[in-house]
């Protein structure tokens, strides 16, 4: 059952509902307490006045508790009648919390609060996203070839998805990616970006001046693949993309060396545009040289850019269409349907999620980590789920992870300051085509404890003990590193991502596997809450005002199904409650210090109705 829960109210008095059905006046000269209790009504003008007639009752703040729901976003509730009685539904993460609810794009929320925003990117050689707010470096988000520096013509600008480089000068503009071996590409490859240009001759991307390879617009783009066996493998694009209107341009090979068709094919806004006549054999390594990998000029001199390009791509295979497709549409890793709503595909190649180091992400002394995952297929090997580090293949690169190992055993540790590393592995294995709550915990003095649905599954340790080290590395998604030695991607579905740097237990897993924290929704009033039926809960910590000797509770509740289930719950055998019947009567249940149900049938509520 869901139901929505607005501006929950609770008076010290006699137990009251009223329901306005329509407005009435009342008038009278003078009011008699027919209950001879003046705790009832009272005599006191501050409970009401008599003016020309008419009785008025003030507007009361409640004297016990108040709480609006009206945040719009984290876990506690604010109690407005000034007692503090705040209520807190089941904590967010509190490093970084990715729910990966997003139906489009490529820009991954962080709701933990501290803005710890990841990217859904691809491109296993270079991914140049160009999303630099200001200075000369430029991140390769892949992580594989290098971060480059853009001279002082290649200008920030706004992209085709958030920032882009101008190389509008016409000169001196470019950006220079230094040499990396895995830039040669071998013999297939894939660049993919995309651009917004007037026209003129301009390169886009060169390697090795004419001896090498290049991506070049005349007016329509142009590509050359020089091998060892064909010094002039080239395709042209039909469609004319320097209309000053924003394009994805993609061009793919596969040599015929390796049991491809040879043959260069060229992508214009995801569509097929040209395909080469011949197919060509040989390897690109040998045309690579040593220098470095220009953006927005030629290396050899000249043809510089005139216009604006972002999201460029760089792998060694041949995308697919539907792969191209996708990543022009900014998906990097593709969405899905979730464990809960949407989730992320990863194809075990290429597609991954990161987010920018920050300091909140340094774990220290203890950290857990959480995911729902559903493996496509046993790849056979290691299968990287979540990670913190950088390109390299020893432990310098890596503060903490969780993974499937190559026996399908959950697998997960932290990497101390002297680079030893403690780990655990699980004793469940993990299935392929289903859904699987994966969870790792590290306490510095306890070790780490490996969880699989919520249930402790503690395989063998090593590593002795101890806290993760602090480091610089961005946080990963699908994979750990970078490179070919510990690159090990995920092939399936990921959901539901949380990090804590807090220890916790099995039970907290459990919650949060079955989604208990509350989501804001639209109420009656501004903001409510949902609640599942099953798991969700707001909870008040314990106070003896809490029990008094008489109550007014009020609510505005918006029931989805007529499923025993309660609004307000005080105690279990002894306390008070409101609920909703399981015939849709809303019953009140006064259980006293003499353990005495007392129960009233109140009215009968409409499903999906709001009361």
């Known amino acids: 059952m869901k139901k929505f829960l607005s501006q929950l109210v609770i008076f010290i008095s006699t137990f009251l509902v009223l329901l306005q059905y329509s407005a009435i006046g009342i008038s009278a000269d003078t009011v008699t307490d027919s209950y001879n209790d003046s705790t009832k009504i009272g005599a006191s003008s501050t409970n009401y006045t008599i003016t020309g007639g008419q009785i008025k009752f003030p507007l009361n703040t409640p004297n016990l508790g108040w709480w609006k729901m009206n945040e719009s976003s984290a876990t506690t509730v604010a109690d407005s009648s000034g007692n503090g009685f705040t209520g807190t539904g089941w904590p967010y993460p509190n490093v970084a919390y990715y729910p990966l609810n997003e139906s489009t794009g490529g820009e991954i929320t962080d709701y933990s609060g501290n803005a710890n925003t990841a990217s859904a990117g691809s491109g296993n050689i270079g991914y140049w996203r160009f999303n630099e707010t200001s200075g000369t470096a430029v991140a390769d988000t892949a992580g594989i070839s290098a971060s480059g520096t853009a001279a002082a013509g290649a200008t920030v ?8 480089r101008s190389f509008n000068d016409g000169t001196t503009a470019y950006i220079d990616v230094p040499h990396n071996a895995t830039q040669c590409l071998s013999t297939a490859a894939t660049f993919e970006f995309w651009m917004k240009t007037t026209g003129g001759d301009q390169m886009m991307i060169s390697k090795n001046g004419w001896t090498g390879y290049y991506v070049y617009a005349p007016n329509i783009a142009q590509i050359k693949l020089p091998t060892n066996i064909n010094a002039n493998q080239s395709l042209n694009s039909a469609t004319v993309v320097t209309d000053n209107t924003w394009h994805h341009v993609a061009f793919t090979w596969t040599s015929t060396d390796v049991g491809g068709d040879g043959k260069i094919r060229a992508y214009v806004d995801g569509n097929l545009d040209a395909t080469a006549t011949t197919g060509y054999g040989g390897s690109l390594a040998t045309k690579c040289g040593t220098g470095v990998l220009r953006i927005g000029n030629f290396t050899g001199g000249g043809y510089p850019m005139q216009g604006i390009l972002d999201e460029l791509r760089i792998f060694d295979y041949a995308r697919t269409q539907a792969q191209i497709q996708n990543d022009m549409n900014f998906g990097g890793s593709p969405v899905v349907a979730g464990k809960y709503s949407y989730g992320r595909s990863f194809d075990g190649s290429s597609y991954f999620i990161d987010a920018l180091d920050s300091a909140s992400l340094d774990v220290a002394n203890t950290v857990t980590m959480e995911a729902w995952i559903y493996r496509a297929v046993d790849t056979g090997g290691w299968e990287r789920i979540l990670s913190k580090s950088q390109n390299g293949a020893s432990a310098t690169n890596l503060s903490y992870w969780m993974q499937i190992s190559n026996t399908d055993l959950l697998h997960c540790g932290v990497i101390k300051s002297d680079e030893t590393a403690p780990y655990r592995y699980s004793v469940a294995t993990i299935p392929t085509g289903q859904w699987v709550h994966v ?11 490996a969880y699989i649905n919520g249930a402790l599954s503690d395989g063998t340790t090593g590593g002795g003990v101890g806290a993760a080290k602090v480091s610089t590395y961005p946080l990963q998604i699908g994979r750990l590193g970078s490179n070919s030695l510990w690159y090990y991607t995920f092939n399936g579905y990921i959901d539901e991502v949380r990090i804590y740097n807090t ?14 924290v509350p989501q804001v929704v639209a109420g009656q009033y501004s903001n409510a809450r949902s609640f599942n039926g099953t798991s969700d809960y707001v909870s008040v910590a314990e106070n003896d005002a809490l029990d008094p000797a008489a109550i007014t509770i009020e609510a505005w509740i918006k029931p989805s199904a007529t499923v025993n289930g309660n609004i307000v719950n005080k105690g279990s055998n002894s306390g008070y409650r409101v609920r909703i019947a399981s015939d849709g009567g809303l019953q009140f249940l006064d259980r006293g210090a003499t353990n005495i149900l007392l129960q009233r049938d109140l009215l009968t509520l409409s499903v999906s109705g709001t009361t």
Not at 157 to 164: F, L, P, S, T
Not at 439 to 449: E, F, K, L, R
Not at 503 to 516: L, S, W
């Open 439 to 449: 969870a790792c915990s590290n306490d510095a003095t306890n070790g780490v404890h």
């Open 157 to 164: 600008v706004d992209g085709k998805y958030g920032k882009a």
């Open 503 to 516: 220890i916790r237990t099995a039970q907290d897993i459990t919650n949060d596997m079955n989604m208990t």
